[in-house]
């Protein structure tokens, strides 16, 4: 009973990878009513992965490993086979998103629904420090205002942004602001991807697909 209960525990991670791609597979159908996936084709590449594993590994560790990258490219390159060019890179954000989620910290709810819904706030409590007609719009910093003061990671943002605004705005003025996603002023380079992408969906919605 001890080895059995060692054994599935350390396959845990699998089950919980697994059946998180599998609600990211059904939820497809949200995006297009021809994108349904039977669970019979979801087991069918399950078992292939299964059989590909080498089962001779005394490292389980390693092979749990294969497994999940296994796994995960086959759904994906199946997958994609069904779906319109546009929606690969929906499927792909959703898995990258799936992934996150198992790791505590990683990701937060609210900042996900930020970053695909934007502001819901129009009003400024202070005022747009580009001026009346400056290159930042009054939607745009009333977006800084409002995740400044309802994230605690971008806590002080609204006011680092105004004591940088010179630096901010040869972000706003790139023609490849991605390529510089990695030379931001002060703390903010620290930020995660996710979180960086959420400054850039205010700043630049242009470039965040």
């Known amino acids: 009973m001890q080895q059995i ?11 919980l990878r697994v059946s998180r791609l599998f ?10 009513d021809m994108y349904q996936y039977s669970l ?17 590994k005394n490292d389980r560790g390693a092979r749990k490993a294969y497994f999940i990258k296994d796994f ?29 989620y198992e790791e505590e910290g990683r990701l937060d709810e609210k900042e996900v629904r930020f970053l695909l819904a934007g ?5 400024m409590e202070i005022p747009n420090p ?17 995740m400044s003061r309802d994230f605690e990671v971008f806590k002080g943002f609204d006011t680092e942004f105004s004591a940088n605004i010179k630096t901010w705005e040869t972000l706003y003025n790139s023609q490849d602001p991605i390529k510089d996603i990695n ?22 919605p242009d470039k965040v697909i």
């Open 5 to 15: 209960e060692t054994l599935r525990n350390t396959y845990h991670p699998v089950a």
């Open 23 to 32: 609600f990211v597979l059904s939820e497809l159908m949200s995006v297009n």
């Open 40 to 56: 019979n084709f979801f087991k069918n590449i399950f078992i292939n992965s299964l059989k590909s594993a080498d089962s001779d």
């Open 72 to 100: 995960m490219f086959r759904l994906y390159k199946n997958v994609c086979r069904s779906l319109f060019e546009k929606d690969k890179l929906l499927f792909s954000f959703l898995i990258c998103l799936c992934v996150m």
């Open 119 to 123: 502001a819901s706030s129009v009003e």
């Open 130 to 146: 580009t001026g009346e007609g400056g290159w930042l719009l009054d939607k745009a910093w009333a977006s800084i205002l409002e």
């Open 183 to 204: 030379n931001w002023p002060g703390q903010w380079n620290e930020l995660n991807l996710v979180r960086k992408c959420i400054v850039m969906r205010i700043l630049r």
